[in-house]
């Protein structure tokens, strides 16, 4: 697991008040009864809530760069919930239980904000909604289905938007319709990630940074190989977002693909003029989702999925450059602010997503080596749902259990794929396929038959499939899946 050194502005603007050589680094072996390999917010929480369960409990944190250097500290700076994966939660577990953790979700949310309110960093959490946005015809009502599944279950957390209501509260009349979500907020993710580092060094964690992982051996304890040293541990834990997908076992249930973001230039005043608002966080209907919001300070940020792909799921220093998508992201954010044109790009930053072929993650013993448990395939969503991901997992860790969990969130999906290269080959083919769909549909036309063929390959892609009494009666497709769209 290895990231390439370039750091987004987020983690710039929170490193700037920090010593960079502060964080330890292991040197020589110890001995711990939980190490948990990763210091994004997946491992932070774990350990602050395994800490919070079982406080005679010795954990540790390895981390191969510095906490929330990976995709905790890179991503588009939204915390959301799971109602918008609704249909995942619904087939894969059921009704009742798809409830239940939409609800927990969305109280992982606000626990994210007391934390920030607890730490003295409340200005790094703003509780604004997001907004589900159409932004050409062929978007609008791409909401419907998830919107009856909930109604026929009692659940209303959305509410539809009038068209001048969603304009101003979005600042882009490029914006056809749209839903609110009130429990959803936009977070500056490095400096959550930080303080969660800290708090978890108070909490009596050993956290040893630039501490890079290179094997796990195991028999009955397990002993994590450094590149400094080694860890023997009673259990380990993977909390390894993308790079996980390394593992074969784990990579057969994620397709990895980057996610680019850019940011203007400071301009409140501008923004102002322009109507645009900071706080409320915005994605559109489209499979390479557009996503964005305006900070405090006057910034627009502006994420697009579906950038590099991974080739054997290696994530290469590809995914730390953004460039080659940088005039199209920008393209993008002009469409939608038009007004903004002459404001500068001051920076961009990429990151691999860890896509899970069922749509949420999963959490797993590895076959061969129970005491290791392993993490992955939040699809662009974790900065909130590793908030509750962590209770989960501390959870398996300090009781040995499954948490409850439903069988389906316990298994890696399947879904057969070919090898390499065709995998990599036809991963760009249908990658295409859908951004010249999508194209098609920004300017009014229909696309060709053989793009929405191909664009309809994406194994990521997720419809569901109602039964008996829960079939739709219009009989429509599935909706399009807003993944990845917190990037």
């Not at 680094?25 to 395994?50: K, N």
């Not at 301009?267 to 645009?276: C, D, F, I, Q, S």
């Not at 991974?310 to 940088?326: C, K, L, M, S, V």
């Not at 316990?410 to 760009?428: A, M, Q």
Request: aromatic share 6%; proline share 6%; net charge neutral.
């Amino acid at each position: 697991m290895r990231t390439h050194g370039r750091r987004s502005l987020w983690l710039e603007q929170a490193l700037a008040a920090e010593d960079p050589d502060a964080g330890s680094r292991l040197a020589g072996g110890a001995q711990t009864d939980v190490c948990i390999v990763g210091g994004g917010f997946t491992g932070l929480w774990t350990a602050l809530e395994l800490k919070a369960r079982a406080p005679g409990t010795d954990v540790t944190v390895v981390e191969a760069d510095i906490c929330g250097a990976g995709a905790s500290g890179r991503n588009g700076g939204f915390a959301l919930t799971w109602w918008a994966h609704f249909e995942h939660l619904l087939a894969l577990c059921g009704p009742e239980r798809a409830l239940e953790l939409a609800g927990r979700a969305e109280r992982a949310v606000r626990g994210i904000g007391e934390f920030c309110q607890q730490r003295g960093i409340a200005d790094a959490f703003s509780l604004d909604g997001w907004v589900w946005a159409a932004t050409n015809p062929a978007q609008v009502g791409s909401w419907e289905r998830t919107v009856r599944l909930l109604d026929r279950l009692g659940a209303s957390p959305y509410r539809q938007l009038g068209h001048d209501e969603l304009v101003a509260m979005t600042g882009s009349a490029q914006h056809l319709a749209g839903l609110f979500e009130p429990v959803s907020a936009s977070v500056q993710p490095a400096r959550l990630a930080r303080e969660l580092a800290r708090a978890v060094r108070e909490a009596g964690v050993h956290v040893y940074e630039r501490s890079q992982a290179r094997a796990i051996e195991h028999g009955p304890r397990a002993k994590v190989v450094l590149d400094s040293g080694s860890i023997d541990a009673e259990q380990v834990l993977l909390a390894t977002n993308a790079w996980a997908a390394a593992l074969p076992e784990i990579g057969a249930g994620l397709v990895v693909v980057a996610s680019d973001v850019i940011a203007t230039a400071a301009a409140p005043e501008r923004l102002e003029r322009a109507g645009v608002k900071p706080g409320v966080c915005i994605s559109d209907g489209r499979r390479l989702v557009n996503y964005y919001h305006a900070t405090a300070e006057g910034r627009v940020i502006f994420g697009k999925g579906g950038g590099t792909l991974a080739y054997g799921q290696r994530i290469t220093a590809g995914f730390d450059h953004p460039g080659r998508r940088e005039a199209g992201i920008r393209s993008q954010l002009l469409r939608t602010y038009p007004a903004l044109w002459d404001l500068p790009i001051e920076a961009s930053w990429s990151g691999p997503i860890d896509y899970s072929l069922s749509g949420l993650p999963f959490f797993v013993r590895l076959r061969d080596a129970p005491s290791v448990l392993a993490c992955a395939g939040f699809s662009g969503d974790g900065v909130g749902p590793s908030r509750l991901a962590g209770e989960i997992l501390a959870q398996m860790l300090a009781e040995g259990g499954d948490a409850g969990l439903p069988a389906a969130l316990r298994t890696v999906p399947r879904r057969w794929l070919p090898p390499e290269p065709i995998r990599y080959v036809g991963g760009r083919a249908v990658r295409g396929a859908v951004a010249r769909k999508e194209h098609s549909e920004d300017l009014g036309h229909r696309p060709r038959t053989v793009d929405r063929l191909v664009a309809g390959m994406d194994p990521t892609g997720y419809a569901y499939k109602p039964k008996g009494r829960d079939r739709d009666p219009a009989g429509r497709a599935g909706d399009r899946d807003p993944a990845a769209r917190a990037g």
